[in-house]
Nanobody
Framework: QVQLVESGGGLVQPGGSLRLSCVAS????????MGWYRQAPGKQRELVAR???????QYADSVKGRFTISSGNAKNTVYLQMNSLKPDDTAVYYC??????????WGQGTQVTVSS
């Protein structure tokens, strides 16, 4: 069973920054998709950012210019650098790895709270 372990969440003031990390227990190949989703209370889970095929990077419009997704040298790690955080960014952030069509794995989630 593939495991994804997230870290880096916490409480931050508006305008602050956080860096999330996700480590997969398996090798991530260039054809896989690895990224971040988030779910705020009472809302559906939504895509934040993801790396598709090791080249294509996709961002939600709401985070463009503020968040940056990157992969680590080990290739089984993905990071999400979040700057200029807003209260609307408050959510549980989940790491996801898609290894084939219809075959994907979720992390346990990490809470990000943006509040003064």
């Amino acid at each position: 069973q593939v495991q994804l372990v997230e870290s880096g969440g916490g409480l931050v003031q508006p305008g602050g920054s956080l860096r999330l990390s996700c480590v997969a227990s398996t090798t991530v190949f260039s054809g896989n998709i690895m990224g971040w989703y988030r779910q705020a209370p009472g809302k559906q889970r939504e895509l934040v950012a993801r790396i598709v095929g090791a080249r294509d990077i996709q961002y939600a419009d709401s985070v463009k210019g503020r968040f940056t997704i990157s992969s680590g040298n080990a290739k089984n790690t993905v990071y999400l650098q979040m700057n200029s955080l807003k209260p609307d960014d408050t959510a549980v952030y989940y790491c996801r790895l898609d290894v084939a069509p219809g075959v994907g794995y979720w992390g346990q989630g990490t809470q990000v709270t943006v509040s003064s």
